[in-house]
Each structure stands twice: as structure tokens, then as C-alpha cells.
């Protein structure tokens, strides 16, 4: 009986090279993003000549490029260190799983002091060792990948930032990555007069540069006439009528793929595309829920709570409307949620503006109250089931406890 790898690594398949068609492949050639990367080069250049850089903060949608960028540039920048012994060190740190000051610290320092272990040291002293390293004239850069997601951001943004006043010829910069338009709004003043920032936001993509994106994806991932046309076009106007999603596009086309290779097939049409909609729909509805703040999160839960318990509205004509609810019981159920988890609640004002911001994802839907109900308010309607989001957000809202 022949071993199962081997009967399974002799089947034919349609993928040339399966990783250049994953959302984690990063690709050397990153079109219709020739002008953040100019301008982030710009920002970081200083350090090659002893001087700290602006702080930077980049915003954008999820699949919009901002990681993918950041790390295009900062690989150019580590080699260029390389080869000319420069005094530049970056870090990248995913704040969803560092998701505190001293969690951020601990993570950052292993890069300069690889041979110490400063757990249980506090976060005073690991800042101070940063800053020693700092002043042997040394620039460091700080990459925070949903920095929004940080519990004591203000006080991590802060204490960094002013750390620079201790140091005559190094510093220590940071670029903040957060799908939240708002965050530095968040901020308390004392933070933003610190930062001495700048800012950029990444648009999401357009159909036709989603599927000039996907065609070089395709040429690399799938062997010769593998993928129709049809199918690139198909998947480019979905990712770009949902989302704008680049990460969306490239896990339809990568199913697509899979589904075609299961049954067989020797192309991925459109009828693949099709199906792997189904499928990546959890998949896109998770990628979008774990990454927004944790507030947007407790409102979105609040909307789903109440979406499994209520029946809806009932007019004043007597009819009903499922699923839907009003703007102030889900603000009160909001509350609520916020209280049992000790969690600080926004003002109406923020509330409403996560309310606004969540629509734009595309996670509900709203309308004015209009005839038939009493008052004016705004109604609300959860877009996908309102188990399965409960159920990623309780999660992925214990996950950020620890």
C-alpha cells in the first residue's frame, strides 16, 4: 500500500506555487501603492543620517495595503543598513497579541538585548534599557500593526514619544498600522501634542487594480491558462463591490482554485469563483471583526446580542419588522456589555460614529425611522447571522482580557 503523502504529492494540480495566491505572501512588486511607498521612504530616510524621523501613523480598510507596504520599505531599508553599517534597527510587534504597554516592550526589547530575559522586570526599567540603547546612538523604529488595539495606548504613545528627551543622537520612532480612521482622534491631548506625527491613508482598491493585482498573483501561483479570464474579472468585482479588499480578492481566487482541483477540473472559472464565495464569507466577515477596536467590538456584540433575543420593531400599523432595533437600546445594551467588562463606555457622540464606521464595513445596515414609528431614530440591521458574529467576537473579546 503506497504511503498517503506520496499517492497525495503525486496528484496532478493546477498550482504552480500555492503560497503566491496566500493573503500572507508578500509580493516583491506592489503596483497602485508607487506613492505611500515613496512618501514612508522619505519619513524613515532621516535615520540613515543619525536623525529621528517623524512618528507615522497609516490607516486604511483591511487588505488595503498597509502592512504589505510597510514591510516592502522596511526590508529596503534593513538591507541598505546592512550594507552600509548604519545605525538603524526596526521591530515589528501585532499588538492584537501584544496588546498592552508592557506587553509592546517586553516584545520590542528581545530585538536589541537578544540574550536577556526581562520578563518581570517592570516596564520602567525595559524603557530604560531602550533608551540606553538609544543613546549609543542607535535609531529605532517601531512597527505597531493595530496599535488601536493596545488596552493603555496613550500611556505606551506617550512614554515613548518623550523618551526622546533623554537622548542627544539616537531616538526611537514608532509607525502605527490601524484600520480605525479614528484612532488618534481617541487620543488624549497630552499623547498628540507628543507624537510630532504624520499621517497617511491607504483607499481601498478599485476593480480594475484588484484585478491587475490578482493576474500577477495568478501568474505566479497557477500553471499556464489555468484561470479563465472570466474568473480573475469575477473575483476582482466582488472584493471590489464588498470591500475594496485585496485580501478578499486573493482568497476567493486561491478557494477557487482549491474547489477546481478538488473536482478535478482543469481550469477555475467563474463557477468556482461562485462557490468560493460561500465558502470565504466567514472567513472575510472574521478578518473584519477581529481587527476593528475593542469599543466598535462591545457595540457590534451589543448588536448581535440583542439581534438573537428581540424580535425586531413593531410599527404603529401593527407590522413587524424582524431584526431590526433601535439606535438607543443597542447604546443602552452597549453599556451594559462595557460595565460587565469593566470597560469605559463612549459618549453618544463616539457611539454614533462606530455606528456610522460599521456600516461603511458593510457588518449592518441603517435607515431612518420613517412612517409607521414613533419619533425620529435611526434603525439598525445586522448584515450577516448574529450567532456566528456573537460568536467571534466572544473570542476574540476574552482573547483581549488576557
Known amino acids: 500500500m503506497p504511503n498517503l503523502f506520496e499517492a497525495e504529492l503525486k496528484k496532478e494540480s493546477i498550482f504552480k506555487d500555492r503560497d503566491a495566491i496566500s493573503q500572507h505572501y508578500f509580493p516583491k512588486e506592489l503596483p497602485f501603492r508607487e506613492k505611500q511607498i515613496e512618501e514612508i521612504t522619505k519619513i524613515l530616510t532621516p535615520a540613515l543620517k543619525g536623525k529621528k524621523p517623524d512618528n507615522l501613523f497609516l490607516y486604511g480598510k483591511v487588505g488595503t495595503g498597509k502592512t504589505t507596504v510597510t514591510f516592502h520599505v522596511i526590508k529596503q531599508l534593513e538591507d541598505f543598513v546592512k550594507q552600509n553599517n548604519a545605525k538603524v534597527a526596526c521591530t515589528y510587534i501585532n499588538c492584537r497579541n501584544h496588546n498592552s504597554k508592557y506587553k509592546v516592550l517586553i516584545k520590542g526589547i528581545k530585538k536589541f538585548y537578544p540574550d536577556e530575559n526581562f520578563i518581570g522586570y517592570s516596564a520602567g526599567f525595559i524603557q530604560e534599557k531602550l533608551i540606553d540603547y538609544c543613546k549609543k546612538e542607535n535609531q529605532i523604529v517601531l512597527i505597531l500593526d493595530e496599535i488601536d488595539k493596545v488596552k493603555d495606548v496613550d500611556e505606551l504613545v506617550y512614554s515613548l514619544s518623550r523618551s526622546n528627551d533623554e537622548i542627544e543622537k539616537g531616538s526611537i520612532s514608532i509607525i502605527g498600522i490601524s484600520n480605525n480612521l479614528m484612532f488618534k482622534e481617541k487620543l488624549d491631548a497630552r499623547t498628540k501634542s507628543s507624537l510630532c506625527e504624520k499621517e497617511m491613508v491607504f483607499p481601498p482598491y478599485n476593480a480594475e487594480e484588484l484585478r491587475a493585482i490578482l493576474q500577477a498573483r495568478v501568474e505566479l501561483a497557477f500553471f499556464p491558462n489555468a484561470v479563465a479570464d472570466s474568473a480573475i474579472n469575477l473575483a476582482a468585482a466582488i472584493a471590489a463591490q464588498e ?23 482543469k481550469k477555475v472559472t467563474d463557477l468556482e469563483v461562485q462557490k468560493a464565495k460561500k465558502k470565504v464569507e466567514e472567513d472575510i466577515i472574521f478578518n473584519m471583526v477581529s481587527t476593528l477596536p475593542e469599543q466598535q467590538q462591545l457595540v457590534l456584540k451589543a448588536i448581535a446580542v440583542l439581534s438573537m433575543s428581540t424580535k425586531g420593531i413593531r410599527k404603529i400599523t401593527g407590522k413587524e419588522e424582524a431584526g431590526v432595533l433601535y439606535s438607543g437600546e443597542v447604546y443602552e445594551k452597549y453599556k451594559q456589555l462595557s460595565l460587565a467588562l469593566k470597560e469605559t463606555s463612549v459618549s453618544s457622540r463616539w457611539y454614533r460614529q462606530y455606528i456610522n464606521e460599521l456600516e461603511t464595513y458593510g457588518l449592518i445596515l441603517t435607515s431612518a425611522s420613517g412612517p409607521g414609528i414613533k419619533g425620529q431614530t435611526k434603525l439598525i440591521k445586522l448584515g450577516f447571522d448574529p450567532e456566528k458574529i456573537n460568536s467571534i467576537l466572544e473570542t476574540e473579546i476574552k482573547g483581549s482580557e488576557n
Do not use: F
Open 243 to 265: 470591500s475594496g479588499d485585496a485580501r478578499t480578492a486573493v482568497m476567493l481566487l486561491m478557494r477557487a482554485g482549491e474547489i477546481a482541483e478538488s473536482s478535478k477540473a
